[in-house]
């Protein structure tokens, strides 16, 4: 399993970013994807999923402005995020379940500051 994620930078408050996340070596649609952060010096921090039907679900302070969303046919998910907020400084990755063992990308650094 490997999950690659691109897509970071720096960016100033209010703006926008798209991470993706390119898996490889399981059957990617059959599994749900996560984004999952991790600001410095605090604990990893459950950010969005997308299910297998596509269902979503998200973390309180990014509803509404971030939007995680799945393409089968490319073995990739996405992170949409605008209105960018200097909280949202962290390491971001993607993250899945197979087989029963949790499987992690390399992570992306999103820095949002002036």
């Known amino acids: 399993v490997q999950l690659q994620a691109s897509g970071g930078g720096l960016v100033q408050p209010g703006g926008s970013l798209r991470l993706s996340c390119v898996a490889s070596?399981?059957?990617?649609?059959?599994?749900?994807i996560s984004w999952v952060r991790q600001a410095p010096g605090k604990e990893r921090e459950l950010v969005a999923t997308?299910?297998?039907?596509?269902?979503?679900n998200y973390e309180e302070s990014v509803e509404g402005r971030f939007t995680i969303s799945r393409e089968n046919d490319k073995n990739t998910v996405y992170l949409q995020m605008n209105d960018l907020r200097p909280e949202d400084t962290a390491v971001y990755y993607c993250?899945?379940?197979?087989?029963?063992?949790?499987?992690w990308g390399q992570g992306t650094l999103v820095t949002v500051s002036s």
């Open positions: 993250n899945t379940y197979v087989q029963f063992e949790s499987h």
């Open positions: 070596g399981f059957n990617f649609s059959r599994y749900p």
């Open positions: 997308v299910s297998i039907p596509g269902n979503t």
